[in-house]
């Protein structure tokens, strides 16, 4: 994606996208390297770059399979993980830190709304939320 000297995205190429298509295609790569995820999957229609929106969910699927079996994030740290080359400390070998900011300014730029909240048993909830009337950026 293209962007001015202001940080605004080039909307060209921007279509209506299924997320749940999104997200089977996303789920389908991670089954074929041998790994099982249960989901359930409705239309969802936005106005958006599908190749992002791919990204987007990549970068919270592979974080999962990654990072949630691991322990309890502290509610403090959350936000601090959303921003660019920030990494949780304890165990923590592979990776830029980099998948959740990318997520982030991908949600911003679709005017999503995202949230994380820390799971008791260990790893991240992370919702994306789209607006019912979603309209592209102007
Ligand atoms: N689902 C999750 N459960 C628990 N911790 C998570 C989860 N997702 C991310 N984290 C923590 O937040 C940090 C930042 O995540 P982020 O996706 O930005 O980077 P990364 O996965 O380490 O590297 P990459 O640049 O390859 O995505 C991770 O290193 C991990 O400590
Ligand atoms: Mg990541």
Redo the contacts with the bound molecule.
């Keep these: 994606m293209a962007a001015d000297e202001l940080g605004q995205p080039d909307r060209a190429g921007w279509e209506p996208v299924d997320l749940a298509q999104v997200a089977r295609d996303v789920l389908d790569a991670r089954v074929s390297d041998g790994i099982r995820v249960d989901a359930t999957l409705e239309p969802a229609v936005v106005h958006g770059d599908p190749r992002l929106l791919a990204s987007l969910v990549a970068?919270l699927v592979?974080?999962?399979l990654?990072?949630?079996s691991?322990p309890h994030?502290p509610l403090a740290e959350i936000s601090r993980?959303f921003q660019p080359f920030?990494?949780?400390p304890a165990g923590?070998v592979?990776?830029?830190?980099?998948?959740?900011?990318i997520v982030r300014t991908i949600a911003t730029a679709h005017r999503a709304t995202l949230s994380a909240t820390a799971r008791t048993e260990?790893?991240?909830t992370?919702a994306v939320a789209f607006g019912p009337c979603h309209r592209p950026m102007t």
């Excluded at 592979?94 to 900011?101: K, P």
């Design positions: 970068n592979d974080n999962a990654r990072h949630n691991g994030v993980l920030q990494r949780r923590q592979d990776g830029h830190g980099l998948g959740l900011a260990g790893g991240l992370v």
